[in-house]
Each structure stands twice: as structure tokens, then as C-alpha cells.
């Protein structure tokens, strides 16, 4: 794993700031997915954004990638704004910035040998040439770990959803990026390939020196891949830090919750189930004060009163939190009412 405390001295890869995204309902509503949530990634560093279905993680990414429009904030590559380029600008950038989907099988078109999949970012790009173009497909798939002599006149179909998995990473790669941006990349493949798929993208990172926003509601696979993490909860960001502090020592609740559900190979790593109380909120009703309260089994008063800000705490993480676990110990009460039940054997 990299250090983000040495990256942290570089300019960033990818700069987010106080992204908003809004998508219209029927009957002239908004819905809020994403409020000012900021973060950057270094060069060479994994980011996972993780949460529940519908906290706005999958949203934020395809802001990043400029496949839906942004309501407000700022987003930079490599210190250039997204903000007001011209469709020829954001075309040129395009390939500075790749994306690897949920379902490999799906994002391949059907109809095309991978030597055609791999060759059309080039041409769209204006970057094919023959001979050229021939040793890059090449060394792109001995990248993944595929064999060309064996793949490149083949289609999907003939391929299982690991090596099609592999084949979209090569594509996203074919343009030499510097961000990959990997939305569930692996939640979709048999639990048997999954590790090696996120060892071909650790390896990418190692080699190649590839920043990634890895978009995931696994914590398991994030212990796997990210340098740091930031958890969301319904469009914001309420904790962020090195995979370390924030999976294995997390000073959020809603973390603890998430992280208490994931079940360990080690029976006595297990910590005890802390069990949520109902569904997230809708964005379209916030609660008052934490948007996390009503679900919170340390909420306390204060909480309803006033929203927490997104605080560092002294081993540099940030928290959305009025009591966070490792800064105040919570009152014997709120300890009492915080109590995770036995996980059923
Ligand atoms: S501010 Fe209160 S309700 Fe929100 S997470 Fe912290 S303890 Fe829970």
C-alpha cells in the first residue's frame, strides 16, 4: 500500500470539491444524491467510497465521469476543471480518465472480437496506427494477465466473467490513463475470481503508478485494495481516513454498523453485530441535525439539534460526528443504549 501521508505532499490526481448532484422527480422536485462532498485521491492511491445502496456512492462516480450532470462544486484532473469545457476538450481529457463497470459481460459489446474492442478507443481517439496499435494490444493484455495469441479473435461470449472482467480493464487501460474510476467492479464475478480481479488492479496500481476511486458497498473487498476509505451516508461523507484507522478502529457509528456486519474467516476477530434501527432516511426528508440519528444507537440529544461538520480527529481522519468513539467516550446511558447484539450463530 502506498503512503498517503507522503502523497498528500503532491499535487492530486483528482480534486472533488463540494460536489453537489441533483437529478429532477416528477412534479418539479429535486432529489439531493450528492451535498458538497469533497475528497482527493494522489497519484498512485486507491480511494473506496463505500455505503449502502442509495447513499450516492455509484452517483459521485459518474459525476467524476462526466456522465451525468453536477449541480454545483468543482472537479479537476490533474488540476484541469471539468467546469465549462468544450465537448472537443472533454474528449481530449476522456482518455486521462477511464471507468470499469459492474457487469463485464454487459459493458463488452457482443458483436466484436477483443481485438476490435481494444482497437476502437484508439481509433476513437485518433491514436491507432497499425504496427503501433498491434504492440499495444499486446502489452495491455499481458497487463491483465490474458494471452493475445489466445484471446484477440475472440468474442465475449467465450470468455467467463473473470476474463471478461480482464478484457474491460484492458480496454479502460489501452489509453494510458491516470485514473481508473472501478464501480463494483467485482461484485458481480464468482466469489473464485473476484481476488483475482482485485489482484490484477492492485498490481496496475504498483506498476503503472494508477490512481483509482473504487466504488463499493463490500467492505471486505475494500480491505483488499484501498489506501483510504470514505464511507457515505445519504450524500455526504461521515468518515474518512487510512483503510487501517478506518476498518479497523472506525469513530463513526454508522462505520462500526457496516463494519460489524462483515462476517471474518477468524471466528475471534468477530466483533459483535450492532444492529440498525429501520431503512435510510429518504434524501427527500432529511432528519433534522445528524441525518444519522434516527438510526443511530448512540444518538443523544445534541444530535437532533445541530448537523456534525466533518472534523479531524488527532490520527488525521476525518468524522461527521458529535461523539466519535475514539475522541469522546459516550455517557454510561448512550454506552448502555449502544450495546451490539450476539451475531446468530
Ligand atoms: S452525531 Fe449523534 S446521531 Fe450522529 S452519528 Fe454521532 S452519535 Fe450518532
Known amino acids: 500500500m502506498t503512503n498517503p501521508t507522503t502523497q498528500a505532499q503532491e499535487p492530486p490526481v483528482l480534486e472533488v470539491r463540494d460536489l453537489d448532484v441533483l437529478y429532477a422527480l416528477a412534479g418539479g422536485q429535486q432529489m439531493r444524491a450528492v451535498d458538497r462532498l469533497s475528497f482527493d485521491i494522489a497519484r498512485g492511491e486507491t480511494l473506496a467510497l463505500v455505503g449502502e445502496s442509495g447513499c450516492g456512492k455509484s452517483s459521485v462516480a459518474k459525476a467524476v465521469m462526466q456522465l451525468s450532470p453536477t449541480a454545483g462544486g468543482a472537479i479537476r484532473l490533474e488540476g484541469q476543471a471539468f467546469a465549462n469545457l468544450t465537448a472537443n476538450a472533454l474528449k481530449r ?73 480482464r478484457i474491460s480493464i484492458a480496454r479502460a487501460l489501452i489509453l494510458e490513463p491516470v485514473l481508473l474510476v472501478c464501480d463494483e467492479p467485482v461484485s458481480a464475478l464468482d466469489v473464485s475470481v473476484r481476488a483475482q480481479v482485485l489482484n490484477v488492479l492492485n498490481d496496475l496500481r504498483r506498476r503503472l503508478g494508477l490512481s483509482m476511486l473504487f466504488i463499493s458497498h463490500d467492505l471486505a473487498v475494500v480491505r483488499n485494495v484501498a489506501d483510504r476509505v470514505a464511507v457515505m451516508y445519504l450524500g455526504r461523507i461521515c468518515e474518512i481516513g487510512t483503510a ?102
Open 93 to 165: 481529457l476522456r482518455r486521462r480518465f477511464q471507468m470499469i463497470f459492474q457487469d463485464p459481460i454487459s459493458s463488452l459489446n457482443p458483436q466484436r472480437t477483443v481485438r476490435e474492442i481494444l482497437e476502437f478507443p484508439l481509433r476513437v481517439n485518433g491514436r491507432f496506427d497499425k504496427t503501433g496499435s498491434a504492440r499495444r494490444i499486446r502489452e495491455t493484455l499481458d497487463i491483465v494477465g490474458l494471452d493475445s495469441q489466445n484471446v484477440l479473435e475472440r468474442y465475449p461470449h467465450e470468455f467467463s466473467g473473470g476474463q471478461c472482467q
Open 244 to 345: 487501517r484507522d478506518v476498518l479497523d478502529r472506525p469513530a463513526h457509528p454508522y462505520t462500526a454498523a457496516l463494519l460489524s456486519a462483515v462476517p471474518r474467516a477468524d471466528p475471534a476477530a468477530q466483533t459483535r453485530r450492532i444492529a440498525l434501527q429501520g431503512e435510510m432516511p429518504s434524501p427527500m426528508s432529511l432528519p433534522t441535525g445528524c441525518r444519522f440519528r434516527t438510526r443511530c444507537p448512540g444518538a443523544q440529544a445534541a444530535c437532533a439539534a445541530a448537523e456534525p461538520p466533518l472534523a479531524s480527529l488527532a490520527d488525521g481522519r476525518q468524522v461527521a460526528c458529535h461523539f466519535p468513539f475514539s475522541v469522546a467516550v459516550p455517557s454510561a446511558d448512550a454506552t448502555a443504549s449502544f450495546e451490539p447484539e450476539e451475531i446468530a450463530s
